[in-house]
C-alpha cells in the first residue's frame, strides 16, 4: 500500500504539470502597454471625424427639452397599463397632446389598433421610418397582421400605401 501515491500527492503533481509552464513565464509590463493604448485612444477621440460621428451620435439619442422628456415617461407609463382599453385610451392622449409621435415600437405597434385613422397613419408613417432606420419591430409578425387588416378597416389608400411599404421593411 505505500506504493500508493495519496491525493493529495496527485493533486501537487496535477498543480506542479499544468501550472508549471505559467509560472516560467514573464507577466507583461501592464503600465506601457496601457500608456500605449491610452495615447491610442486620446489621438481616437482628438480626431474630428470620430469626434463628428460622437456629436451626430448624441444628437440623435440627445432629449433636448423637457416636454420629450416627459413624452418618454409617459410612453413608458402607458407600457406598463396591461388592460389594452386602459392602453389605447392613454396612448390616444398621449398622441394628441404631442406633435411627435414616440419612437419606441412596441408604443407604435399596439397603438395601430386605436379607432382613429389620422392617428393610425402618424403611426404608421413613424413605423416606416423606425423600419427604414434598420430598427426592429416590436412583434414582427404581429405587425404584418395589423398591416394586412388595416387597408380592409379604413378602405383609403394612403392607409393601404403604407402598410403594402412596412410589409415590404419586414
Request: net charge positive; charged share 40%.
Amino acid at each position: 500500500m505505500a506504493d500508493k501515491p495519496t491525493w493529495k500527492e496527485i493533486d501537487a503533481k496535477r498543480d506542479r504539470s499544468s501550472g508549471g509552464a505559467r509560472r516560467e513565464e514573464k507577466p507583461a509590463a501592464r503600465g506601457s502597454s496601457m500608456r500605449v493604448s491610452k495615447s491610442d485612444v486620446d489621438k481616437l477621440f482628438n480626431s474630428s471625424k470620430l469626434g463628428e460621428m460622437i456629436r451626430k451620435a448624441e444628437g440623435e439619442k440627445k432629449i433636448d427639452n423637457p416636454s420629450e422628456n416627459s413624452l418618454v415617461a409617459q410612453v413608458k407609463k402607458c407600457l406598463r397599463l396591461e388592460e389594452p382599453s386602459e392602453f389605447l385610451k392613454e396612448a390616444r392622449r398621449i398622441l394628441d397632446e404631442h406633435d411627435k409621435v414616440p419612437t419606441d415600437m412596441e408604443f407604435c405597434e399596439r397603438a395601430l389598433e386605436i379607432n382613429h385613422m389620422p392617428t393610425v397613419m402618424r403611426l404608421l408613417e413613424r413605423i416606416l421610418e423606425s423600419l427604414a432606420d434598420k430598427r426592429k419591430p416590436y412583434m414582427p409578425r404581429v405587425l404584418r397582421i395589423r398591416c394586412q387588416t388595416l387597408p380592409m378597416k379604413y378602405q383609403d389608400p394612403r392607409v393601404t400605401n403604407l402598410c403594402e411599404r412596412i410589409i415590404d421593411k419586414l
